[in-house]
């Protein structure tokens, strides 16, 4: 499968409520990086973990990295309507090349 | 500040026909180039990246091709499109020997009828 795969592919809750968001991915990385995507537009960074953080926060972002399980999280706090975007995870590698991995995307709904 | 500029924003165009799309980016030199494609709600894959003039790297065996004729200039082309190419197309750069944020252009919607 994928390199960063996010999990759900897609979430819809009350505005007001936290959204979870899931990505596994399956070798070595750098760091790990997490985008918004707005509907026909391009993507947005959001904020970077490197290999050796274990959280990290921005605002209403709060990043997790587990690197024993290859997987990250994002959460967003009580979600307002504007946070209705798609959410993709991309991986920078340990070794090697220019190249970020995307993910699959979670396509995030907030209902008002 | 750095900025990215992609056009057309939409283009429509016939099987067969060719296709030039541009990219280009101002406010840092040397920058790393990437071309993606997206499909209609799905994820990125990685076209053709550029860590400089004239250097491109094919990800995917495909119709397509690129071409870096400036520092800040990235080109994506075809001479016959095929429905296939249908797509958002993405162009992005990235900060040369960054292990950092990738910025990306607003996007080109391609659409072979």
């Known amino acids: 499968s994928q390199q960063g795969e996010e999990d759900p592919q897609a979430l819809s809750i009350q505005e007001g409520e936290n959204a979870t968001m899931n990505c596994s991915y399956k070798?070595?990385?750098?760091?790990l990086q997490w985008y918004r995507q707005n509907s026909g537009r391009g993507l947005v960074h959001l904020i970077l973990?490197?290999?050796?953080?274990r959280e990290k926060h921005s605002g209403r972002l709060r990043v997790t990295l587990d690197t024993s399980k290859k997987s990250s999280s994002l959460l967003i706090t009580a979600s307002r309507a504007a946070d209705t975007a798609s959410y993709f995870c991309a991986t920078d590698p340990n070794f090697g090349n220019e190249k970020l991995t995307f993910g699959t995307g979670t396509r995030l709904t907030i209902i008002p | 500040s750095q900025t990215i500029h992609q056009w057309p924003a939409t283009l429509v165009q016939p099987v067969g026909s060719p296709l030039s799309l541009e990219c280009t980016v101002e406010g840092t030199s040397n920058p790393n180039l990437y071309w993606y494609r997206q499909a209609a709600g799905r994820g990125l894959q990685l076209l053709f990246y550029?860590?400089?003039?004239?250097?491109i790297s094919s990800e995917v065996p495909q119709n397509l091709s690129a071409s870096r004729p400036q520092d800040r200039q990235f080109i994506l082309s075809s001479k016959k499109l095929l429905l296939s190419d249908s797509g958002f197309y993405l162009c992005?750069?990235?900060?040369?020997?960054?292990?950092?944020?990738?910025?990306f252009g607003p996007g080109t919607r391609l659409l072979v009828l």
């Open positions: 070798t070595s990385i750098n760091n």
């Open positions: 550029s860590v400089g003039i004239g250097q």
């Open positions: 992005a750069w990235r900060a040369t020997g960054s292990r950092g944020t990738q910025y």
């Open positions: 973990i490197r290999s050796n953080e």
